[in-house]
């Protein structure tokens, strides 16, 4: 029991060594996926409301398991819905939105790399 117990977290750190070393060789896109850049920028100001939020990854995602959406200051989801990791770029996350009013917006992302691996984040942009 105790054995099996040790090989299968032995198996673990094996895998997650495995994974944090290609996630630093540069070249590999089959470690866990981080965002690159988005768009608006992270802690931007802007003065016209974005048609889209994208952010771009590090590595190709799984659009099963990858999501986005945007809230308002309150908590109030606004985007349209359609978060998705585009169709023809999979490393690229976009969600469409309405026009919006002046005020702060948190972007909250969750993806899943190739690799099986998941990071999630989340960054604001303000309207003004
Ligand atoms: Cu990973």
């Known amino acids: 029991m105790s054995t099996i117990l040790r090989s299968s977290n032995l198996r673990k750190t094996a895998a997650f ?18 965002p690159d850049h988005a768009d608006p920028k992270v802690g931007s100001t802007i003065s016209v409301s974005p048609v889209h939020v994208r952010i771009w990854f590090d590595g190709n995602l799984e659009p099963l398991f990858s999501t986005i959406i945007v809230q308002d200051a309150k908590g109030r989801k ?21 026009p919006l009013p002046p005020g702060t917006y948190r972007v909250i ?13 989340d960054y604001t942009f303000t309207i003004r």
């Open 78 to 98: 606004v985007d349209k819905g359609d978060g998705q990791v585009n169709p023809v770029d999979d490393t690229l996350l976009d969600v469409s939105l309405p």
């Open 17 to 34: 060594l495995f994974c944090a070393i290609l996630s630093f060789v540069p070249g590999i896109s089959s470690g866990h996926a981080f």
């Open 109 to 121: 992302w969750s993806v899943v790399a190739r690799d099986g691996h998941k990071t999630a984040g």
